[in-house]
């Protein structure tokens, strides 16, 4: 692919800061065709889905995309809000408020946030960043566990963006905060809440997206980090093992996924006499289709039939603000020597100077401008 042509100007451009908040990406709308587009570029990532490409191209043309989007669609509508998808309200919000957080704490970075699949599409916002002069990027997915299938991905995404871009900006990435302390925190502090109003569950469910088992053997780390976020938050809450157990969702296709998983799990506690159980899903920072739908009504209709008493759904952590402080410390520890002040006077100056004269200051640039 042929280099976009750049602004010269930004060669004497004052450094810059950003952020970009990157999510996993939703349809436009809770519509078939919007479903079709969506789940077309989703599962024709090779991270996402293994399977040799032609193989996988006739079945995903053939079959999943002539049958899926409109009962996906169907799901999305019954979760859909005025301000459109869960997902997106709450990934927009997200960098609105720690954008916030931020500037509170003295740091003038530029945050916008990106979706891997579908739109504002993570090349769109580099392109932005840059625009407003972002001279050094930190990538911060919004997975606090590192899967190749998700984290990965993002960053594929950003250096795809990079090899078609002449004047690269300084990149850093956060590859996981699974074990941060302040995720933590706020995963026991939302939990600790429910159980003031409403006392503790027979047994707290903690559900994680499932990947592909084969994936761990591979050398994934998603399913230890999975445990290790389980472990903490259990710990931190004085949990005993017999009082929660982690389980694994959103199963798709027919290869064994890791386990337990969760609906199957939740069908076995309703029929062993469990009565109450309470359901978090740690590993999604913002409430989505998987956890509004797959949980809150799936599986909370399926652990009732089975002979379950009560399901509280507890909510992912949104824009609850201990994550915000939590993700705000997590960009901070990664823009660890960066400068986040606004250049200073001088330095805009200069800047300025470049821009109207269309080019890099006097004497810096090996041609005249
Ligand atoms: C096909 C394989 C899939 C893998 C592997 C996978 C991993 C994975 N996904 C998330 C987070 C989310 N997934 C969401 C939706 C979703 N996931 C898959 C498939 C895989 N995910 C599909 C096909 C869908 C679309 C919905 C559907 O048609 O069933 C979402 C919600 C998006 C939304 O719009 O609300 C999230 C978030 C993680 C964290 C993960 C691996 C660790
Ligand atoms: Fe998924
Ligand atoms: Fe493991």
Redesign the pocket.
């Known amino acids: 692919m042929p280099f976009q042509p750049e602004p010269a100007y930004t060669h004497g451009q004052a450094p810059r800061t950003a952020i970009l908040l990157c ?5 436009d709308a809770p519509t078939a065709p919007a ?1 079709r587009r ?2 077309g570029q ?2 024709s990532d090779q991270r ?2 293994e399977i040799p490409k032609p193989l996988w191209w006739l079945i995903l043309h053939g079959i999943i995309l002539r049958t ?2 409109a ?2 669609a169907a ?2 509508a019954s ?1 859909w809000t005025p301000e459109g ?4 309200v709450w990934t927009s919000k997200q960098a609105t408020l720690l954008r916030g957080w931020l500037g509170e704490a003295g740091h003038q970075v530029l945050v916008r946030h990106a979706m891997r699949y579908g739109n504002p599409s993570i090349a769109s916002q580099l392109d932005a960043l840059k625009a407003e002069g972002a001279t050094r990027i930190l990538i911060l997915p919004l ?1 606090p ?1 590192y ?1 190749g ?2 984290t990965a991905s993002v960053f594929d995404a950003v250096y795809t963006w990079a090899a078609r871009t002449r004047n690269v900006p300084e990149l850093r990435f956060v590859n996981h905060y699974h074990d941060d302390p302040g995720y933590i925190n706020a995963l026991a502090a939302t939990i600790q809440t429910h159980w003031k109003h409403h006392g503790p569950p027979d047994k707290l469910v903690m559900s ?5 088992e084969r ?1 761990l053997h591979l050398g994934d780390p ?1 399913h230890c980090e999975s445990h290790k976020t389980a472990r903490l938050l259990a710990q931190r809450l004085g949990l005993q093992k017999d009082d929660y157990q982690v389980t694994f969702q ?1 199963r ?2 027919k290869a064994k996924w890791l386990q337990p998983y969760t609906e199957p799990t939740l069908i076995e506690m309703g029929q062993a006499g469990v009565g109450r159980v309470d359901v978090i899903c740690p ?2 920072t ?1 409430d ?5 739908e ?1 949980i809150n009504q799936e599986a909370r209709e399926a652990f009732l039939h089975a002979g379950g008493k009560e399901f509280h759904y507890i909510p992912c952590l949104n824009d609850s603000n201990l994550w915000i402080t939590a993700l705000s410390r997590i960009a901070q520890q990664h823009l660890g020597g960066w400068p986040t002040q606004l250049p200073d006077a001088a330095a805009l100056a200069d800047a300025q100077a470049h821009a109207r004269a269309g080019g890099a200051p006097a004497g810096a640039c090996p041609v005249a401008h």
């Open positions: 999510n996993l990406g939703t349809p479903l969506y789940l989703f599962l996402v889905v899926r989007p009962k996906s799901k999305y979760i998808s869960p997902l997106a997975y566990q899967s299938t998700t994680f997206h499932g990947v592909p994936t998603y959103s798709f296709g590993g999604f913002g989505c289709l998987e956890t509004l797959e």
